[in-house]
């Protein structure tokens, strides 16, 4: 899986990093940023469900999660 964090869309409400925190990350303005562990927009396996939570929950629709085939 993949995920996309669209700055044009993000708010920096921080419900994605308060939610899933290993996941995504803040800038230095409460942006979102991705982590470590979603480095290049890869989501680990086994965190599909954090991705998807994450994306359920941006109230900007700024995070895209994309399934891979
Ligand atoms: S929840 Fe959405 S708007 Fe808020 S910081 Fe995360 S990506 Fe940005």
Not at 9 to 16: A, E, P, T, Y
Not at 54 to 67: G, H, K, L, R
Request: net charge negative; charged share 25%; aromatic share 4%.
């Amino acid at each position: 899986m993949k995920v996309h964090i669209d700055p044009q869309l993000c708010q920096g409400h921080g419900r994605c990093y308060d939610l899933v925190p290993d996941l995504f990350g803040e800038d230095e303005e409460g942006y979102a940023t991705l982590t470590p562990l979603t480095e290049g927009g890869q989501v680990p396996p086994g965190r599909e469900a954090g991705a998807r939570l994450a994306a359920a929950n941006c109230p900007e629709s700024a995070i895209s999660v994309t399934e891979e085939s």
